[in-house]
Structures are given as C-alpha cells and as structure tokens.
C-alpha cells in the first residue's frame, strides 16, 4: 500500500482509499484519491495512465478486473485518523462507542487527530477515539 501511496502522490494527489467490489459478475479495483479543492477528471486520468502499465505487469488482483479512479465523493466513508483530519469542518454521521454505549450520532467535526475526533452534536461537543469508531461518512445538508 505504501508503494502505491508513494506512486500516487507523483500525480499531486493523494491515496485517499482502495476498494475491491464485484459488480455484474466483474472484479472492480477502485481507487480513490484526493487533493486540497477536490480532485478533477485530469487527476482521474493521470493516476489510471501512470498506474495501468505497472498493473499489467504486476496485477492488484487476480484474474480479470477493471481499474477504476476516482474521487470518494462529497459523501464519503472516513475510517482513518486521516480522513478525519482532511473533513475538519464538514458533517458527518457517525456510528460509536461512547461513554460505553453504542450511539449514532450526527454533527459537525471540529477538530481530529491521530487518535480522537471532537463532534458537535445537538449543542454538545463529544470527544469520540477513532479506534470505538465504528462507521462514519460525511454527508451533505441539502
């Protein structure tokens, strides 16, 4: 994965997650990458064009699949410390252990780092640890 982070950030961009779905009966390897401003269908491009001749050489999976490149959207899944840390500012859901109870809780990210996230919800601000985290997505209020 390193070496695949490290491949990446030659395009400016950042490797945000790597997902692995059968769709239709097809093996999907989807990348998502990310950059301060969002990233663009150039971005897109590039990464596909540096990483698909070193996949053809050395596969991600075996047997058939299709590469796919893209941003992981306005909504999107946050699992580590850095995902946080990039959505400090925006909404988001999150499913946690907290003060020794499973809650559900929505609100804004005021703050992250390695090890917590810091929540406003319903006028409270909760300090949550990344590790009792266990869903969480940024959503957008419409």
């Known amino acids: 994965m390193q ?3 490290n491949l990446i950030s030659q395009c400016g961009v950042q490797l945000y997650d790597v997902e692995v779905a059968n769709e239709n009966g097809r093996a999907i390897y989807r990348i ?10 150039d971005d897109c491009e590039k ?4 990483l698909s001749p070193i996949f053809d050489v050395e596969p991600p999976l075996s047997g058939d699949y299709v ?8 909504e999107r899944k946050l699992e580590k410390p850095s995902h946080f840390i990039s959505s400090v500012g925006e909404l988001a859901k999150i499913s946690a252990e907290v003060d ?20 406003e919800s319903e006028g409270q601000i909760l300090k949550i640890k990344i590790a009792n985290i266990k869903k969480a997505k ?3 209020e419409w």
């Open 32 to 41: 998502y990458i990310a950059k301060p401003g969002g990233v663009n269908l």
């Open 67 to 74: 590469l796919e490149v893209s941003s992981p959207g306005l």
């Open 138 to 140: 940024t959503y957008i």
């Open 100 to 119: 020794g109870e499973n809650k559900k809780l929505k609100g804004k990210i005021l703050s992250a780092d390695d090890d917590e996230t810091s929540l």
């Open 47 to 50: 990464v596909s064009r540096l």
């Open 3 to 5: 070496n695949l982070e």
